[in-house]
């Protein structure tokens, strides 16, 4: 997700430009197991479906974040859409680890249907149930069909691009170093995965 050292046209690789053509919506993951609790901000989720009867979401959850955990243990995870001036969200569960601290302490104690914390904030939630899992070397890619959802309010959501652009610059600091050593963990297990399969 993050890196909005931008840098101008002219200096971006090809591929990154294309990455950089379109502002994809921010969307927070929460899972829940037993007693243990989490989220996390994603940086991969997609529609899967068009079947309105038969709507489905995939993600991609790297697999030393506590919130993979949860998922694996539980089979479900909720997927919320935040409001578009909602960035303490993005701080709240983007910037801290969950094997470390409880991003949802403090927050009203919600449930949706299938389990899952119910981020009380949100714009719109899915609940959303595995029914296939691939693992990709550094993330493991969830199938998921989606179970429930609501819109709470109505109104534009927060975008990357959004969030890039509104982030104070210490926040903005503080994004970019942890993807920068996500992309270091990343980058070794893709390797790994690629050479194992060779």
Known sequence: M???????????DPISEVFHLYDPPVWLVTARH????????????????????????????????????????????????????DLDAVWRFGLASGHH????????????P???????NARAWLDCRVEAHMDAGDRTLYLAEVRGGAVLTRGPVLGVGTLLGSAPS??????????RADQVLD????????????
């Open 2 to 12: 993050p890196q909005d050292s931008r840098p101008d046209r002219n200096q971006r």
């Open 34 to 85: 037993g007693d243990r609790r989490g989220g996390l901000i994603a940086t991969l989720a997609v529609r899967a479906s068009i079947v309105p009867e038969l709507p489905r979401m995939v993600i991609g959850i790297a697999k030393h974040h506590h919130t993979w955990g949860l998922i694996k243990a539980s089979g479900t995870f909720a997927l919320h859409l935040l409001r578009l001036d």
């Open 101 to 112: 601290t409880d991003k949802l302490a403090g927050l009203p104690e919600r449930l949706t």
């Open 114 to 120: 299938e389990g899952n914390p119910l981020y009380p």
């Open 170 to 179: 210490e926040r903005l600091a503080e994004l970019n170093r942890l993807y």
């Open 187 to 198: 980058s070794t297990a893709i390797q790994a995965w690629r050479q194992a399969r060779e």
